[in-house]
C-alpha cells in the first residue's frame, strides 16, 4: 500500500512540475489554463460475487477522491473504508475468525479516464486504474484475542474500471486571501467501477470481485 501511494504521489508531483510552465505563463487562478482540480467525498453500496461475496457481507463505503485534470484527461485517487461482518467463518492456522466479527474494509486506488459531454449540464468519464483492497479485522470494534493477520485479507493488487457521471449543479468564481478569477463548480457524481482483486492468486479460496455503486459530491477548479 506505501509503494502504490508513494507511487501515485511521484506521479502528481511530476504532473504539477509539467504544467508549472504553462500556470506561470497564464497566470495561476486565471481560469485560462487547460487544468482543472478538485476533491470530492462519496458513499454508496459494494456488492460482492462467489468466495468473496460468502465470506464477507456487502458493505456501504466511505470514500474522498482528489482529481485533477488536463483538457479532457482525468487523474483521480480515491479512498475509502466500509465496515461490515464476516458472513461465514473463516479457519486458519492456529484459530478461526467467527461468523459475525467486525470487518473493516479499505480499498485505494488511482485511475485515468476521459471525460466527455458537456462541463455545464451531464459530463461521462469511463477509466481503468490499480490499486490495492483488503479485508481486515477492524480494530475500531476489535475482539479481546485480536491478533494481526488471523484470518485476514491483506493489501492485495486490484485493477479496476468504470464509469462516473457528472451532473453539474453551480459554479462561482473562487474567492480567498489570494484574488482568483479561476472559476469553481460543483458537481453531482453517480458512479459504477469493477473492481477485480487478486486475492485468489495469494489466499486459497478466496476469489470475487467487487461492484461498487457511488454517489457524491466534487467541487473543480479551474487554475
Known sequence: MRAFLSATILFLVSIIAYSQKEITATGIGSGNTKWKAGVGIYTGYNALTD???HYFNNNVPFGFCVQGQYGIVVFDVNISIAFSHLANDIYYVGGVWETDSWVSTHYYNFSLGLNIGDPKSVSLTPF????????????????????PGDGELGDTFTYSFGMNMDVFLTS?????????????????????????PQFEKRYDDFGGRMHFFTVGIILLAKL
Not at 462561482?172 to 469493477?194: D, F, H, P
Open 51 to 53: 468466495d468473496l461475496h
Open 128 to 147: 481503468a486504474g490499480i490499486g490495492m483492497t483488503n479485508f481486515l479485522r477492524t480494530q475500531l470494534f476489535k475482539d479481546e484475542d485480536y491478533e
Open 172 to 196: 462561482g468564481k473562487s474567492k480567498g486571501v489570494i484574488e482568483s478569477n479561476a472559476n469553481m463548480s460543483a458537481y453531482l457524481r453517480l458512479g459504477y467501477t469493477y473492481s477485480s
